[in-house]
Structures are given as structure tokens and as C-alpha cells.
């Protein structure tokens, strides 16, 4: 069994930084990708980024890519968020999930974590 535990959410001004972070637990490497997702209130869930689980492969999207990026600490299986430069639309409840494979589909992923609120404020 996998479990996934996001924390770092909060709230924050315009412009300024946060580092979410994602603790797996159980056998990870059962998957072999674990993303990023946010999902503003009433809008449809949309993929910020994946990594490979063994941090070899990266991707954001092309539109966040200048503010956001993803690593992975080996030591302890935590996959991190670094936002920078945030903005009011950034405001979301942003989730990390674990699947198979290399996919910003939602439903391409099994595993999810229960998500966690980011709020930026202008």
C-alpha cells in the first residue's frame, strides 16, 4: 500500500513562495511517476508537473515552468513543489497522486494524496 501526505500549503501574498511537499510511504517504486495537480473551486483538475519516482525524469507545464519546478529527496521518498512568484490564480487545492505512467491525465494516476490549500492573495 502507498500513501501519499502533502504538506506546505497556506497562504501567501502576491509574489511570494511556497514549497509544497508530498511524504510517500509504503513501496512508491510500485509507481513510477508522482504529479502535481491543483484544482481551483469549481474548476477541473489540471496538471502542474511529474517526476519520474527516481527524480530522473521531469516535466511542468510549459505555462508554469518559469515559476514552478519539482525534485524528489531520496532520503525519505519526499517529492517537493517549489512555487515562486505566485499569483491570486495559483490559488487552489493542489494534490499529489502516484501512477504508472507519464501522463497529466488525472485518471491516469491511482494513488492520491487528500490535497492541500493554497491561497495567494493580491
Known amino acids: 500500500q502507498v500513501d501519499l501526505v502533502e504538506s506546505g500549503g497556506g497562504s501567501v501574498q502576491t509574489g511570494g513562495s511556497l514549497r509544497l511537499s508530498c511524504a510517500a510511504s509504503?513501496?512508491?517504486?510500485?509507481?513510477?511517476?508522482v504529479a502535481w495537480f491543483r484544482q481551483p473551486a469549481e474548476k477541473e483538475r489540471e496538471a502542474v508537473a511529474l517526476i519520474s519516482t527516481l527524480g530522473s525524469h521531469k516535466h511542468v507545464q510549459p505555462r508554469l515552468e518559469d515559476r514552478f519546478s519539482i525534485s524528489w529527496d531520496s532520503a525519505d521518498d519526499t517529492y517537493f513543489l517549489q512555487m515562486t512568484s505566485l499569483k491570486p490564480e495559483d490559488t487552489a487545492m493542489y494534490f499529489c497522486a502516484a501512477g504508472r505512467t507519464f501522463s497529466i491525465r488525472p485518471e491516469d494516476f491511482d494513488i492520491w494524496g487528500q490535497g492541500i490549500q493554497v491561497t495567494v492573495s493580491s
Open positions: 509504503g513501496d512508491i517504486h510500485s509507481r513510477n511517476y
